[in-house]
């Protein structure tokens, strides 16, 4: 069944760990992206990918960094959690515009 | 201006009504249009798209798309408390960015 996966689902974490938030696609997709929000607020994108080593900043400020080596991986990496990266991270892919959210990592940094 | 503007709400309709979201956008090239529903604590889902000027309907919902007012709209019919959500519109900018951009969202309540 064609889906999209992200894990972990809850990480709760300390500060200055470095995480790294996956998210995988079995849709063939070439467009990823992630999105930050927090409970109650609107939805940011931090980084988007447009296919295979391709990867773009977001509108939202972020110190996190992805990749996309294959087509169905996109992972993003934080290299020293903060408390202010405390949020809700959102995983999509899309095929052209409509875009398939994956279930979510909630991410709490002690 | 942002480039998608949403009432945030919270709208509270009573059940077996009419709720009536709105959206408007501010690229003139956007040609499709999609609305979302995220419930509380989950991600957002597709629920309807629209392309063309005028009405689409699926089920209970209907999309509505005005280009020359630059509006597009969402009726649930026969609202349910399950329709209790936050809607999401979302707009392919078609700039050099080329991307998806997303309202900040209204949240529906429906009152039994």
């Known amino acids: 069944e064609a889906d999209i996966y992200q894990t972990p689902r809850y990480l709760v974490i300390g500060t200055g760990k470095k995480i790294t938030l996956e998210c995988s696609q079995t849709?063939?997709?070439?467009?990823m992206y992630w999105y930050q929000q927090d409970p109650g607020m609107e939805l940011h994108l931090i980084h988007y990918?447009?296919?295979?080593?391709?990867?773009e900043k977001g509108d939202l400020s972020s110190e996190s960094t992805v990749s996309r080596i294959r087509t169905e991986h996109f992972p993003l990496t934080l290299e020293s959690a903060r408390p202010s990266h405390t949020s809700q991270y959102l995983c999509?892919?899309?095929?052209?515009?409509?875009?398939?959210f994956g279930p979510g990592t909630r991410l709490t940094v002690l | 201006q942002k480039e998608v503007e949403q009432n945030s709400g919270p709208l509270s309709v009573p059940e077996g009504a009419i709720a009536s979201l709105n959206c408007t956008y501010s690229d003139r090239g956007s040609q499709s249009f999609f609305w979302y529903r995220q419930y509380s604590g989950k991600s957002p889902e597709l629920i309807m798209f629209?392309?063309?000027?005028g009405d689409k309907e699926d089920g209970r919902f209907t999309a509505q798309l005005n280009k020359a007012s630059q509006y597009v709209s969402l009726l649930i019919r026969d609202s349910q408390p399950s329709d209790s959500a936050t809607y999401l519109c979302a707009v392919p900018t078609y700039s050099s960015a080329s991307k998806i951009i997303f309202g900040s969202g209204t949240r529906l309540s429906i009152r039994p």
């Open positions: 990918s447009y296919g295979v080593n391709s990867t």
């Open positions: 999509a892919s899309s095929e052209i515009d409509e875009q398939f």
């Open positions: 849709m063939g997709h070439d467009k």
């Open positions: 629209i392309y063309s000027n």
